[in-house]
Every structure is written in structure tokens, then in C-alpha cells.
């Protein structure tokens, strides 16, 4: 009876270990693998988006899709035909709706290409491999801060390895109407998950005072969850406007 029991208690421990070594690929390879797809193949569809006349795509009614103001829940934060920092005219854009895939990021020290979708949501843009973009924060080449969150680990993690960032890296920002060039020249290694001012108009650690701005301009801010497979802190990049090309 005894060597009964301890048998039963042998094959569930081995059952739980590969149940958990089963949850464990499945975060850390499937997750990827999908969330890496799906992200390459909405970039893909955007860029063949771009690529159509816009007066074919949107029927000659002056906009459709991204155009619609009726959502109410991200609106630009700039005037429309404003001055960027870096002296360039940035066109206008619409809001983009909730959880829609609108930009392309690319940075390419980390060889990294995903979209940019609105919000920050896990299910609706995060956990999609894309990146999400703060509700309430600068739109791309608007002065302010154009905020930005994205996974470090699962789910395609597309902001792994943005503490290898180092001042003078570039940070490319691409809509349907043109490219933005940021440049970095911050980083903030660790901070509080709470710390709201490294997202503000002008970017300042909440809880590290030193770190940030001091003046308005065009910013970008990158933010992720840090160390690696905790929540616990956030890791922070930060760059400026430094170039405008339409498209």
C-alpha cells in the first residue's frame, strides 16, 4: 500500500512538471512566435495601405477608418500643420480609433519593425506584439510626448532589448503621411511603476527628478517593464524630434 501511494505521488508530481514545463514553452515560444507574426503581417498591411491613392482608398470623402473623430478617446495633441522641435512642418492626422494599428515603429540598432496601435491594453494591442501608444500623449511629430509601451518578455516581446539603446540611436515613427526621425539622448534604467511623469508633455521622473526635461519640444518615450519577467519597475528611453520626411 505504501509503495502504492508513493507511486501515485511520483506520477502527479511528473504530471504538474509537465504541465508547468507545457505553460512555460507556451509563454515563452508560442506567445512569441504568434504575437511576431501577426505583428509582421498587420505591418505588412498597413504599408500596402499606404501605398493605394488616398483619394482610391477613402472614395474622394476626405478620410475613412482612422479619420472618424466619433470615438472621443484619443485625440491629437497638437494643432494640425504645427512646428516641430526640429523646425519641420509635420502634416496633419487623424485620431486613430481605439486599439487601432496606425503607425510603424522602427529602431535599427535593435532591428526591430512592429506597429504602433492606439492604447495600451494587453488583449487589445500589447499582447498582440504590438506597441501601444499612451491615450492622452503627444501623436507622432506633434510637440509633447509621444508615449509609447510595449512587452519586454512574451508576446513577441518587441521592446526586449531596449536598454541596449544609447544616446544618438535612431527611432523611426512612420504614418501613412510621413516618417518622423527621433534620436535618443536619455535613459532611465529604473523607476516606478507609477511614475507618470515620464510620459508627461515634457518628460520628468516623478521619482527621480534629474531624469528628463526641463523644457517643451517634440519627444518620444519608451517604457517597458523591467527586470526581465517581473512588472515590478519600468525601464525608460527617451529622444527628440529630429527630422521630418513625407512620404
Known sequence: MAARGLWTGAEVVVTLGVVLLLLVVH??????????????HRVQALEREWSEPQGLKDGGSGGRGGGRAGSGRAADSGAPGGRSSAGHTAPPSAAPRWDQAYAVIRIPRLGLTA???????????????????????????????????????????????????RRGDRIDIETRDAVYTYTVDRTLGQTSARDSGVIAAVPRSNVKPYAGYGTPGSYVTLTTCTPEFTSRYRLVVWGRLTDVRAR
Not at 509563454?27 to 509582421?40: G, V, Y
Not at 509621444?146 to 541596449?164: C, D, Q, S, V
Open 27 to 40: 509563454q515563452l515560444w508560442w506567445t512569441n512566435r504568434q504575437a511576431r507574426a501577426d505583428a509582421e
Open 115 to 165: 506597429p504602433v496601435a492606439q492604447g495600451i491594453s494587453k488583449r487589445g494591442v500589447l499582447d498582440k506584439g504590438y506597441v501601444g501608444h499612451y491615450p492622452r500623449t503627444a501623436q507622432p511629430g506633434r510637440p509633447g510626448n509621444f508615449a509609447l509601451a510595449g512587452h519586454r518578455n512574451t508576446h513577441g516581446e518587441p521592446f526586449r532589448y531596449i536598454n541596449r539603446l
